[in-house]
T-cell receptor, first 110, second 114 residues
């Protein structure tokens, strides 16, 4: 059974600082890995999708890396802003199912 | 990106009644949709996989008679919580994706059973 772990569970940084969010998974036989953002009481917004054959994906201030062999992914958010405050979830797809981590709750202080 | 619409966003119902939640993929045909449940400060738990034109596949521990899933068309799946009780109060989220590609999620439904 796939286990997905996200560290840290919570993070508080001053505005402008770079954010580093970690995700690890136990079964490396994945199709892809996806990072999501969830605001309180809301659904999930897809941020980045990395296919199993890729090493990283970038979108604006966001960059996600994937090391499938070691079962790790890292989401980098450059120059954080208060609007980046949210919970960030990673999810891996294998056996046609998405398995989620518990998320990292980020607070960016103005 | 693709849009998945979920309705209602919030619902309060009395204990013993049933509640239906709709999930629509607005700009692509989804042969498979997924229903998740999320408890406060916890991750999403897959409840069932909804397949168009066939019976849903439920995860272990999920009562299929309590959580009825219907996938009547390629763009619509419904989850009905039957005879709801306070312990069914939770945040329910649906998802749709094309085969092994990016998953898109609805905005979720906050169910409160009083």
């Amino acid at each position: 059974k796939q286990e997905v772990t996200q560290i840290p569970a919570a993070l508080s940084v001053p505005e402008g600082e770079n954010l580093v969010l970690n995700c690890s998974f136990t079964d490396s036989a994945i199709y892809n890995l996806q990072w999501f953002r969830q605001d309180p009481g809301k659904g999930l917004t897809s941020l980045l999708l990395i296919q199993s054959s890729q090493r990283e994906q970038t979108s604006g201030r966001l960059n996600a890396s994937l090391d499938k062999s070691s079962g790790r992914s890292t989401l980098y958010i450059a120059a954080s802003q208060p609007g980046d405050s949210a919970t960030y979830l990673c999810a891996v797809l294998n056996d046609y199912k998405l398995s989620f981590g518990a998320g990292t709750t980020v607070t960016v202080r103005a | 990106g693709a849009v998945v619409s979920q309705h209602p966003s919030r619902v309060i119902c009395k204990s013993g009644t049933s509640v239906k939640i709709e999930c629509r993929s607005l700009d692509f045909q989804a042969t498979t949709m997924f229903w998740y449940r999320q408890f406060p400060k916890q991750s999403l738990m897959l409840m069932a996989t909804s397949n168009e034109g066939s019976k849903a596949t439920y995860e272990q521990g999920v009562e299929k008679d309590k959580f009825l899933i219907n996938h009547a068309s390629l763009t619509l799946s419904t989850l009905t919580v039957t005879s709801a009780h306070p312990e069914d109060s939770s945040f329910y989220i649906c998802s749709a994706r094309r085969r092994n590609t990016e998953a898109f999620f609805g905005q979720g439904t906050r169910l409160t059973v009083v």
